[in-house]
């Protein structure tokens, strides 16, 4: 079987048993990009709560929320945690936002330009551009995140050294560039990743990932 073959199949093997997962859960281009800071080592829930005390607060539009001063801002998206941090990257993209003109500007911006740009942004990384990028914008990017390398990474099909770029590069080169693909796939690895291939080990009887042709899981593996 070759790679695109077995990425394709761990995609209809995955869609079979989930289904649509109907990702992100944002209502607007914006909330994407905010979610997709506050969701830096926390769960969707907490996120969830942040956005929330903003929507509250009258604040969430990017005008007046660059206007929040940065204690207060801390404190309204305390429940996402790093709350201190996560307020000055939300400033620091705020601020890029005003500066390279809005989401018009930003989609008239080449998809490498537009990356290259996200991440000169202070905090925002590799995941977050990318996820800004796909959800946001609709960009055939792959978001490779924890779930995606903690599967591929005990069936084997990526080995132990393998970064973010090399995992990425395995769907793009896989899959053709399609972002509602995109979209749900990197959904479906969230949701086997919560409730079949757990961080504290795998429940491989239920996974449909427990028959893949030559890749056995390898139970031991983070």
């Given amino acids: 079987m070759s790679t695109a073959d ?23 281009p914006f909330e994407v990009c905010i979610g997709a800071i ?27 929320l660059l206007e929040v001063d940065h204690s207060t801002l801390a404190a309204m998206i305390r429940p996402a945690g790093y709350f201190n ?6 400033k620091d993209f705020l601020s890029w936002f005003k500066e390279v003109g809005g989401f018009e500007a930003m989609k008239g911006m080449g998809t490498s330009a537009l990356r290259e740009s ?30 995606t390398i903690r599967v ?23 899959l053709p560039p399609d972002p509602q693909m995109f979209n749900e796939f990197h959904a479906l690895f969230v949701r086997l990743g919560k409730t079949r291939c757990m961080k504290r080990g795998p429940a491989c009887p239920d996974c449909p990932l427990e028959t893949l042709p030559g890749y056995p899981p390898i139970v031991d593996r983070p």
């Fill in 38 to 64: 506050l969701t830096q080592n926390t769960a969707w829930s907490n996120v969830e709560k942040a956005i929330s005390n903003l929507k509250a607060a009258g604040v969430f539009d990017p005008e007046a």
């Fill in 152 to 174: 591929l990474s005990r069936h084997e099909i990526i080995g132990p050294d393998a970064n973010y770029y090399d995992v990425q590069s395995l769907f793009h080169e896989s």
């Fill in 85 to 90: 941090q996560k307020a000055r990257k939300i």
């Fill in 118 to 147: 996200l991440l000169s942004i202070r905090g925002i990384g590799p995941e977050t551009a990318d996820s800004i990028l796909l959800y946001a914008l609709g960009r055939p990017v792959f978001v490779v995140d924890a779930y």
């Fill in 6 to 28: 077995l990425i394709t199949d761990i995609y209809e093997r995955l869609f079979r048993a989930f289904g649509p997962q109907g990702w992100w859960p944002g209502e607007t």
